[in-house]
């Protein structure tokens, strides 16, 4: 058998070092210490402690597999004695690769039943800000992705769809996400998802009663087709004020076919729907509320 003797092995090249090849045994022999204190520490496992001989002192040797173990600390050591579970530091310490009883040992009469040595816990730390993203969070939901709000501008008193002076709300209000794209009246959801639609709408019977004053919520789900998905109606006096609301809950599973618009329905055109470019009188809101 060839043998070596050098103080230290070091790699020619990089910070890997490889000792035998696949299928080598390495062997340590019995008595030898393997001394790994100034390497890095393995966290997590456990390693079972190889069985011990009780003599009469109050000092054993730890080794698993005839390796020795050196446990980072009393209370990362599970130590069973006579049956009873010992406790850290008050009925042992450990010295490197040994374990110190607080006294000596019987031979022949106590029984050290097992020893199982835990890996060091693992500190995660708190991560900085932004670091950790919803895919990254099992059976975590990420919140609103879309929200968006618009209004109308002007006042309108004719009996149809809303198809202008139509705005995004630029008073205190920054969309979440790329928002709605309207064309004519015609609004274009910006991905899939439930949605939640409401409008509002301001009115004013201007100079004779209005018997019925409508704003409606209408849907396509083929790019062509539109049906009422929510409907709200008010009467007024003549030159009274009301307001009327609504709302829908929507399931958009596909942009390019499923749009929406909205429709004044009114008995003549003293019943005016009204509008503003500073203020939210009549206005549309989207909030994406989840996948669909």
Known sequence: MSKI?????????????TLGASGDTITIPAGATFDSSAATQVTGGYIIIDPIIVTSTDTFALTSSSVAVSP???SNCIVSLNGVIQ???SSYTISGSDIVFVSALTGGSDVIDFITVLGTPLSIGTPSDGTVTPAKLSGVTEGIKEADQWRLTATKTDATDITANLERNDTNFSVIGS???ESSGIFTFPQTGIYLITAQGRWISNGSASLYMGLLIKMTTDNSSYVNVATVYDS???NAYANTYINSIVDITNTSTHKLKFTRDAAGTQSQLQGDTDANLTAFTFIRLGDT
Do not use: H, K, N
Request: charge should be negative; aromatic fraction near 0%; glycine fraction near 8%.
């Open 179 to 181: 928002g709605m794209s």
């Open 5 to 17: 003797e050098v103080d230290a092995v070091e790699p020619q090249s990089g910070t890997s070092l």
């Open 87 to 89: 406790a850290p530091t």
């Open 72 to 74: 980072s600390s009393a």
């Open 236 to 238: 007024a006096s003549t």
